[in-house]
């Protein structure tokens, strides 16, 4: 359907305060004027204009240049008749029915206004109003008989008149005949200048630190009243009207509520309560939009793991330390899905950093671990991590890993919650739904508290904990409808809108072990360089060992996927793939514990083969690799410390039946298969005459020492 408006050019459009008058219209659309500025024109078409007026931005003012508008414009108390009190508005619209009425007959040529023909045609206008408003005999409503019929009674004609004579200079409209009831009254000050500045000192005095009672406060003000009209008593001056503790109270509930309120509690306690709260930036897409927090848990639970716990005697279990520990939580916005968890001991970077790595990895084996139904398939790559201002977030360590990841980072101040809402929401959720379950808790606060034994009740360990918390968050508020989302749920969410969208692909594997990676060094070997008992080579570093001076090279492990290592040659870095098969997938964990428990068997065997370790890593039962996968969400972790201190228990090498067999096959390269050949450390010198020696002393044999060196690359 074609659209065609039609203007006046007394007409107005005001578009986001910028305000238009149209000066010319045709098919095609109106030519527009800038308001105050002539010289600027702009033409819109019809179509462009209806788009404009569905903008909540946009006002159209129908004749708002027509004199007649300009002169009652300043006298009118609202700018649209539906703004007035019902009974006024009643009153006004009654007052254009019986005005419509009058001018009805005047135009058939039976009214005249003069007071005889008034009174003539009473009845013909009064059954004319009411047709118009519908009372009286015309009245819409149902009645019985002897039900009262409300009608009003017409003006004399002098008023009747002089509403006619209002109705027409205003150019036909109701706010011409909206009674100025609002301009009575007494507008004069009640009080001289100097009651005035002493009735506004209410407002210090209330307005205090010290947060005095407005009793107080307004005794306060009518002391200093009576001080004054002492003075003024002996200087020989006419006393000040004391005005009642009423009106100082009203003049005091006319101040500035965020002054009064930040100058008793503080500006934080103001701006906290007196913030505009709004829905947040809109995010349609997956993982658009990640809020991560750390919030420490209302339950006091045993700081161990139950493994441990239940070898213990009862006189030792009864004096093992207990606390609360803190939880890393990660937010999809869009979808609401919860992307990590983590437990931490206390807030610090590194446990920031691994909950920041469980985003972009499918966590359902972990899910299977804690004997959830539900999948935990939540992950991908991250367009903007909004974290606070905490200490963890803030680190070099945490801002250096989300910049290696080309993440962008929002840190929104501190004290302004409201700016990451969803996780905060989660985690008064967090707190309203489960914590009520558990034994232990801490409730809010103290006061809620009460008598409450939280620590004589603390009975959860570390992996019980984070099973339950697991089970709530992928079995329960995964599957339950979301207030947010419209009563759906946040796995429908997800599936909905990556179906849709799409999430952000995940960081390449160099990309992650260069970013998440433990940086270690290492020495270059002929074997390329060695990490966990494992060697791992690549075309770099066979070119640097060949070359290069600098016999030392940096690696990143992922300690999930000993498979291979990112190894830095230079300025560069490299993939380095582990010289022996079938550690792919293989977990840090995985690997310790086969090692150990082969180490065990065969003490006297101090290499041990790769086939042996990748058969005995098989043996690994089940429920050891899912209490390995709990483990490390919990604070009992392997961490970097662990892994330099297990270096000695994995100092031999780990060799393939190939090397220990002597059956391992050439390289065509020459000088790949050499005897690695190592200069001499510049710190040795040689003398510049030999020494004198003894014969003798040179003829006897030298005596061998086998000398044993806890050192991962000798």
């Not at 360990?461 to 989302?485: A, E, F, K, M, W």
């Not at 969410?493 to 594997?509: F, K």
């Amino acid at each position: 359907m074609t659209i065609r408006f039609r203007f006046s050019k007394s007409d107005m459009i005001n578009v986001g305060g910028v305000r238009y008058r149209p000066l010319e219209n045709d098919d095609n659309g109106a030519l527009l004027e800038h308001v105050g500025r002539p010289d600027i024109t702009e033409r819109m078409t019809h179509e462009q204009l209806a788009e404009l007026f569905k903008r909540p931005d946009t006002q159209y003012f129908a004749d708002y240049f027509d004199r007649a508008n300009q002169e009652f414009r300043g006298r009118k108390p609202v700018d649209l008749v539906n703004e007035l009190p019902g009974k006024i508005r009643h009153l006004v619209l009654w007052r254009e029915a019986f005005c419509k009425a009058c001018l009805t007959l005047q135009w058939k040529g039976e009214l005249r206004r003069t007071a005889a023909s008034y009174h003539d045609y009473r009845g013909r206008i009064t059954e004319e109003t009411n047709r118009l408003v519908g009372e009286g005999d015309c009245s819409t409503k149902a009645t019985r008989p002897g039900d009262s019929v409300v009608s009003r009674r017409l003006p004399g004609y002098r008023t009747g008149f002089n509403w006619l004579r209002r109705y027409e200079k205003g150019g036909f409209s109701a706010f011409a005949l909206i009674p100025e009831t609002h301009r009575c009254g007494n507008r004069k000050m009640r009080w001289c200048h100097r009651s005035e500045a002493l009735m506004t000192r209410v407002i210090e005095f209330y307005a205090s630190t010290q947060r005095p009672s407005k009793a107080q406060a307004i005794a306060d003000t009518l002391r200093l009243f009576d001080i004054e009209n002492e003075r003024r008593s002996d200087a020989g001056q006419p006393p000040l009207v004391v005005p009642s503790a009423v009106s100082i109270d009203r003049r005091l509930k006319m101040a500035d509520p965020y002054y009064v309120h930040a100058k008793r509690y503080g500006i934080a306690a103001a701006n906290s309560k007196f913030t505009l709260f709004e829905t947040g930036p809109d995010v349609e897409r997956p993982l658009e939009r990640v809020e991560m927090d750390e919030n420490q848990l209302d339950v006091i639970s045993l700081l161990t793991l139950s493994g441990i716990w239940d070898h213990l005697p009862p006189e030792r279990q009864a004096q093992f330390e207990k606390g609360r520990r803190w939880l890393y939580i990660a937010v999809d916005c869009a979808t609401k899905c919860i992307l990590t968890m983590r437990l931490a001991e206390t807030p610090n970077s590194a446990d920031a950093i691994r909950a920041l790595r469980d985003i972009f990895i499918d966590k359902t084996p972990i899910a299977r671990a804690a004997d959830c139904e539900s999948k935990w398939h939540h992950h991908g790559g991250i367009g903007t991590l909004v974290t606070d201002m905490g200490a963890a977030f803030v680190s070099d360590d945490f801002q250096g890993t989300v910049s290696s990841l080309a993440i962008t980072a929002h840190l929104p101040p501190a004290g302004i919650p409201w700016l990451r809402g969803h996780v905060e929401s989660f985690f008064r959720t967090f707190g309203h739904q489960l914590m009520p379950l558990l034994s232990g808790r801490t409730f809010f606060n103290s006061v809620e508290r009460g008598d409450y034994p939280s620590e004589q009740l603390a009975c959860l360990c570390d992996d019980d904990l984070i099973r339950i918390l697991l089970t709530y968050v992928v079995d329960i508020y995964h599957n339950q409808p979301h207030g947010s989302l419209g009563g759906e749920t946040p796995n429908e969410a997800w599936d909905r809108l990556v179906a849709e969208h799409g999430t952000p692909p995940v960081p390449d594997g160099l990309t992650l072990r260069r970013a998440f990676g433990r940086p270690l060094r290492r020495k270059l070997r002929g074997d390329g360089v060695r990490f966990a008992g494992i060697s791992y080579n690549c075309e770099a570093l066979r070119e640097a060992f060949l070359h290069s001076p600098t016999r030392e090279v940096e690696i990143r492990a992922d300690l999930k996927d000993l498979g291979w290592v990112a190894v830095k040659v230079g300025a560069t870095w490299y993939p380095a793939v582990a010289n022996q098969q079938g550690f792919d997938g293989v977990s840090y964990d995985e690997l310790v514990e086969a090692t150990r428990a082969l180490r065990l068997t065969h003490r006297k065997n101090a290499e041990l083969a790769a086939p042996v370790i990748s058969r005995a890593i098989k043996r690994i039962s089940e429920a050891n690799r899912q209490a390995f996968l709990l483990r490390e969400l919990t604070p009992f972790h392997v961490s970097d410390q662990d892994v330099e201190r297990n270096q000695n228990a994995l100092h031999y090498p780990i060799r393939s039946d190939a090397e220990r067999m002597g059956q391992e096959t050439r390289s065509n390269d020459p000088l790949k298969d050499g005897i690695p050949v190592v200069p001499k450390s510049s710190s040795s010198k040689r003398p510049s005459v030999l020494p004198s020696y003894d014969k003798q002393k040179q003829q006897k044999p030298r005596e061998r020492r086998n000398r044993w060196r806890f050192d991962d690359d000798k």
